[in-house]
């Protein structure tokens, strides 16, 4: 019956399912598109047709249904990344019985006991695929969770010593104003801690420099030099500079450097110190 | 101009802004722009998103990846039902900020893409439509 209903009764299930799965996503909820989850729904809905077609669902093997549990792994995985709860994830699956049960209802007429059967089928299966979305999603989860403490770990000491009165920060991912924030912050403090005379800040790990980042950057110059200390701005990649330059932000009274190691020389210079090849 | 697809994604918070950067910067790389060009079109969404958020009081923005014969292009509206930009000519203006920005966002991304275009009227929420070809 479940095939049956599957085979005849696929535009139906697919579009009460696809309905219910766009109007349960919040209006809020930028984790996924509504056209990405209605083609997720599109594609889970035909490889479980496929599946049943050839006679896989039941047997739990074959191309089609690796095919399915491939596409399950690969969309829980991606949820797991995107910070969807593991129920929302294997939510996506559960959603579909309801919707697959009504349409068992609809052709079996009265043979409850067959609808009963099936039914009871149906839902081993689909708790089989939801079990396999939540497994993936923890392992994706334990994943993320790792990558996050070594960034963490990265990040607690961002600002470095490169020369006896050379601080260096080098900034790295979003520049969001909250971390901005915290970062500068530890920079002027380490300046006055280790009475350093220059900072350089390293940009090369920042991949957007748009004007709110561009406002952090010159209020923090402006910042250092009013310690008395010189800041110079490192890592400006030719096309951050290009989209600087439209974006008409001026950035004339900075001291410019394409690279790190440009900009230690320039410091070293600054302080009086000379670096060369010990003559033998 | 054929659509080849299209989403909408929200903006409210600087999470969503976070967002709206990688995806764009994905469809860019997909319509085959160059470094340079995949950096001005995220730099103006980064810009008008942050305006939807802070001056707009949230709202959404609708991409669409376009292409006409064998170029391809990427339209993004940001739409809000905000206050509105009562002077418009004041808002493009460099430097003009009504709170305490640089000023440059809306006249910087202009100079950013290929085509711009704001809609708005005061109480009615501002649209501001930006299009940039590979
Ligand atoms: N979506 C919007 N809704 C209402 N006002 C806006 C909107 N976008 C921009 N504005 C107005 O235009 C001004 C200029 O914007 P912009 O050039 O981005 O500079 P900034 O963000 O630094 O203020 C803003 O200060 C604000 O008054
Ligand atoms: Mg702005």
């Known amino acids: 019956m479940f095939d049956s209903v599957l085979r005849d009764d696929y535009q139906n299930i697919l579009n009460e399912w696809l309905a219910e799965l766009q109007s349960a996503k919040s209006g809020s909820d930028h984790r996924l598109g509504v056209t990405e989850l209605r083609s997720q729904g599109e594609t889970?809905?035909?490889?479980?047709?496929?599946?049943?077609?050839?006679?896989?669902?039941?047997s739990g093997q074959g191309d089609s249904w690796l095919a399915l549990q491939e596409f399950?792994?690969?969309?829980?995985?991606?949820?797991?990344?995107?910070?969807?709860?593991?129920?929302?994830?294997?939510?996506?699956?559960?959603?579909?019985?309801?919707?697959?049960?009504?349409?068992?209802?609809?052709?079996?007429?009265?043979?409850?006991?067959?609808?009963?059967?099936?039914?009871?089928?149906?839902?081993e299966l689909l708790d089989k695929l939801g079990l396999l979305t939540v497994t993936t999603?923890?392992?994706?989860?334990?994943?993320?969770?790792?990558?996050?403490?070594?960034?963490?770990?990265e990040l607690s000491t961002p600002v470095v010593k490169l020369w006896d009165g050379v601080l260096a920060l080098p900034m790295?991912?979003?520049?969001?104003?909250?971390?901005?924030?915290?970062?500068?912050?530890?920079?002027?403090?380490?300046?006055?801690?280790?009475?350093?005379?220059i900072a350089i800040i390293d940009i090369t790990g920042?991949?957007?420099?748009?004007?709110?980042?561009?406002?952090?950057?010159?209020?923090?110059?402006?910042?250092?030099?009013?310690?008395?200390?010189?800041?110079?701005?490192?890592?400006?990649?030719?096309?951050?500079?290009?989209?600087?330059?439209?974006?008409?932000?001026?950035?004339?009274?900075?001291?410019?450097?394409?690279?790190?190691?440009?900009?230690?020389?320039?410091?070293l210079k600054r302080l009086g110190l000379t670096v060369g090849k010990v003559k033998q | 101009m054929p659509t080849v697809k299209s989403d909408t994604l929200s903006?409210?918070?600087?999470?969503?802004?976070?967002?709206?950067?990688?995806?764009?910067?994905k469809l860019a790389q997909e319509c085959g722009f160059s470094l340079v060009e995949q950096t001005k079109m995220v730099t103006a969404a980064s810009e008008l998103a942050r305006n939807t958020v802070t001056y707009g009081k949230g709202g959404d923005v609708l991409w669409e990846m376009l292409t006409e014969g064998l170029k391809k292009g990427l339209r993004l509206s940001f739409v809000d039902a905000g206050p509105g930009i009562p002077d418009l000519e004041l808002a493009?203006?460099?430097?003009?900020?009504?709170?305490?920005?640089?000023?440059?966002g809306l006249s910087g991304a202009k100079r950013l893409v290929n085509e711009f275009e704001i809609e708005t009227a005061p109480g009615k929420g501002t649209r501001v439509t930006i299009l940039r070809w590979k």
């Open chain 1, 172 to 197: 790295i991912g979003t520049l969001d104003s909250a971390r901005t924030q915290v970062v500068m912050e530890a920079l002027l403090q380490r300046l006055v801690e280790t009475e350093s005379e």
């Open chain 1, 137 to 153: 999603y923890q392992k994706a989860r334990e994943d993320v969770i790792r990558r996050q403490q070594e960034e963490l770990l």
């Open chain 1, 206 to 267: 920042v991949p957007t420099v748009d004007t709110l980042v561009a406002q952090h950057l010159l209020k923090t110059v402006t910042a250092i030099r009013l310690m008395g200390a010189d800041c110079i701005i490192s890592g400006i990649r030719p096309q951050i500079a290009q989209t600087i330059v439209h974006l008409g932000v001026d950035l004339q009274g900075v001291t410019t450097k394409a690279n790190l190691a440009d900009a230690l020389s320039l410091a």
């Open chain 1, 72 to 123: 399950l792994e690969r969309i829980s995985s991606s949820r797991a990344v995107q910070g969807f709860t593991s129920s929302e994830t294997a939510g996506f699956v559960f959603s579909l019985k309801k919707f697959l049960f009504a349409a068992m209802r609809r052709t079996s007429g009265a043979n409850a006991e067959a609808l009963a059967a099936e039914t009871w089928k149906v839902t």
């Open chain 1, 44 to 58: 889970f809905l035909s490889l479980l047709r496929d599946a049943s077609k050839k006679g896989q669902l039941a």
């Open chain 2, 11 to 25: 903006l409210r918070s600087e999470q969503d802004i976070v967002n709206v950067r990688q995806v764009v910067r």
């Open chain 2, 92 to 104: 493009l203006t460099d430097g003009w900020t009504s709170g305490g920005g640089m000023g440059l």
